[in-house]
């Protein structure tokens, strides 16, 4: 069975205070709340990463994940962190390739497969994230796009390999948008991601990938979201960063 994962990613925001009151609250929620087998996870900030993860022992429904890892194992990169480092905090996961990633830092598919590699050569588990634009979609190239992005960025790995990460479908037009990609329109793309999976690896590989939907995803349309056959949770934004809306789209899975 799929593992069914709900990931926050808090981007650029929060002082190292409020985001420890802010994981402090989800903790005690998801402990006092969560029955079902899902798994939350909180990308935040670089500095807050170590003390989350302290603040989370004991509490194995939650993990904790960065937003970002260079490519290189050490060096002369000023302002970057290594999967090393990020290992070295106890967090699991790190999301990669994500569209403000690619869009604002020029992040290729090419150096995402670099990081992907790196990250998992760490055992830490790689969020990588995959989707199109406005633009793409509306000249309905973006399933064209999304198996780039797969085969470029990830599908040089091992069946092994690919078994241990996460795939996050984000359409870059509904994130931040308030713009919600339909349940139909979400599952259309999430079964084309299989079918690709399953045709460069097996139909087990794929059936055992861990998908997530990305975009604008919310706790009124959670629910119809995470029903759908190949969508195994969500990469949330905005909403993570209020332990009740956060707490209420993990609840859908209990």
Not at 39 to 59: D, T, W
Not at 105 to 125: I, S, Y
Request: glycine share 8%; hydrophobic share 40%.
């Amino acid at each position: 069975m799929r593992k069914k994962i709900v990931a926050g990613n808090w981007k650029m925001n929060l002082d190292y205070n409020e985001g420890l009151a802010l994981f402090s609250e989800i903790i005690n929620m998801v402990n006092d709340e969560i029955t079902g087998t899902q798994q939350a996870v909180i990308c935040s900030p670089f500095i807050h990463i170590h003390s989350l993860v302290q603040l989370a022992k004991g509490y194995h429904k939650v993990a904790v994940g960065a937003q970002n890892a260079h490519q290189a194992e050490s060096g002369a990169y000023t302002g970057e962190i290594s999967a090393k480092m990020i290992k070295s905090t106890g967090a699991a996961y790190v999301i990669l390739g994500h569209s403000e990633r690619r869009q604002y830092f020029g992040e290729t598919n090419a150096l995402l497969a670099q990081k992907t590699d790196t990250v998992l050569k760490h055992d830490l588990t790689p969020i990588f994230c995959i989707g199109e634009t406005l633009q793409e979609r509306e000249a309905e190239t973006h399933f064209d796009v999304i198996k780039t992005q797969l085969v470029e960025g990830i599908f040089h790995l091992s069946a092994e390999d690919f078994g241990k990460l996460v795939i996050a479908y984000e359409p870059v037009w509904a994130i931040g948008t308030g713009v919600t990609a339909t349940s139909a329109q979400a599952q259309e793309i999430h079964d084309f991601i299989r079918k690709e999976i399953a045709a460069k690896y097996n139909q087990a590989v794929a059936d055992a990938t861990t998908i997530l939907y990305g975009g604008s995803c919310n706790p009124k349309n959670a629910a119809e979201l995470f029903a759908q056959a190949d969508i195994d949770g969500g990469l949330i934004g905005g909403a993570s960063l209020k332990s009740r809306d956060f707490l209420d789209i993990v609840k859908t899975f209990n």
